[in-house]
């Protein structure tokens, strides 16, 4: 522990309001019990489409495609779990084999 | 009516148990190797509650003291959580009491599933939403805690098992692309999202994809509505003549 409990608690207290404001912050501007204006209504319509995207990107963000194994263990993995939503659509199959796949990957074959 | 709800919410939250099993532990095992003991770990999982701001602040905490740093480095890492906000406005409106939780506890999981899962038939939506929420923050204390308890004893290969949270984005991107006929907002978020990430690199990339995300979408906003409008009118086939040429005036 580098820090004194004093100033570790002020920085968990600091880091929970941050986030806390990120994530309240729309709920205040916009209040449930008033109008909201339609482009913000319009936003809230198309934006879980955009951010989805967002989050997969951001999980990926790691991944060098130049550098061995170029990537490939992610494009695979996804590519199943891509495969197996459109043909079954099972939620809980499709994340299991994706992430089966992806582990066999690493740890064996491409690793 | 409340079990029913919890019945209905744990099988959409499976994947996240899995993810932060692994992903918490191993926080719990890192904070406990750098001297921060159980406690520690508790309050942050509890209060922070996101993860890749609480593995960032291991750095900070094994550092000079800096909170005013450390306010808003989380302030940039969290940003995206604005954008859930934005979208949840709707489902939250009528949340009533359970309101302050389910903002509180919206990290990235809980918002995907949030907006993506509907309950079933006579299962009430607030309780449905709420024990998702919990049932992750719950995960995640939980798994946090095990870990800087008794992380350093368990040892078998779990390499590669935190891809199972990218695999449960995929999966919800891929559901909603099947229930929409236009893929506008989809390909926006992911187009801006690679672009910005060529342009500025995977740390500092989510500020400038959020703001080209936004302008995008609204720029194009007509264009984007009469799409959701044809979306939902595709039964009428009456209306699809008038709607095709009115998207030609847009183009």
Redesign the interface.
């Known amino acids: ?3 004194s409990p004093l ?21 205040i501007l ?1 209040p ?1 019990d008033k109008e ?1 204006h339609p ?24 991944v060098d495609i130049l550098a061995a194994p170029h990537g490939l ?2 494009a695979l ?2 590519g199943v ?2 495969a197996l ?2 043909w079954k ?1 099972n ?2 199959v ?2 299991g084999a ?2 089966a796949v ?2 066999v ?3 064996g074959i491409l690793s | 009516m409340k079990l029913r709800a919890l019945r209905a919410a744990f ?1 959409h939250t ?2 996240v148990l ?1 993810g932060f099993s692994f992903l918490g532990m191993a926080y719990g095992i890192l904070m406990a190797s ?4 159980v406690g ?1 770990t508790f ?2 999982s509890l ?4 993860g890749s ?2 593995y960032m ?1 291991i750095t ?4 000079a ?1 800096n ?1 005013v740093y ?3 480095l ?2 940039m890492i ?13 489902k ?2 009528e949340a009533g009491r359970f ?1 302050p939780y389910l ?2 506890g ?1 990290c ?1 999981e809980s ?2 599933i949030l ?2 899962a509907e309950p079933p038939e006579g299962v009430d939506r607030n309780w449905f939403m709420f024990f998702i929420t919990l049932l992750d923050h719950s995960y995640w204390v939980l798994a946090s805690v095990a870990g800087g308890l008794l992380g350093s004893l368990l040892s078998f ?1 779990t ?3 935190d ?14 692309w ?1 229930s ?1 006929k236009k ?8 187009a ?3 672009a910005c ?1 060529l342009l500025f690199g ?1 740390d500092r ?2 500020v400038p ?2 703001i080209a ?2 302008a995008i ?2 720029v194009f ?1 007509e264009k ?2 009469v799409a ?1 409008v044809e979306s939902l009118s595709v039964t009428e086939t009456k209306t699809l003549p008038t709607e095709t040429s009115s998207e030609e005036v847009v183009k």
């Open positions: 522990m580098t820090l100033e570790t608690v002020l920085i968990v207290a600091l880091m929970a309001l941050a986030t806390m404001t990120t994530r309240f912050l729309p709920f916009f449930a909201t482009y913000v209504t319009y936003l809230g319509k198309v934006l879980p489409y955009a951010v989805i995207g967002l989050l997969v990107v951001y999980c990926l963000k790691g263990p992610e993995a996804i779990i891509v939503q459109l659509g939620s809980l499709s994340i994706g992430t992806y582990m990957l690493v740890q | 099988p499976v994947p899995t750098k001297g921060y003991g520690w309050l942050m209060f922070v509650f996101a701001a609480q602040a900070l905490l094994t550092a003291f909170p450390a306010f808003f989380t302030l969290n940003a995206r959580h604005l954008f859930y906000g934005l979208s949840l406005l709707e939250f409106r309101r903002i509180f919206l990235d918002f995907s907006c993506s290969n390499r590669g098992l891809f199972v949270l990218t695999a449960l984005f995929v999966v919800i991107f891929v559901s909603q099947k929409q893929h506008g907002p989809a390909l926006i978020g992911v801006s999202s690679v990430l995977p990339f989510i994809a959020m995300i936004l979408l609204l906003r984007l509505q959701e």
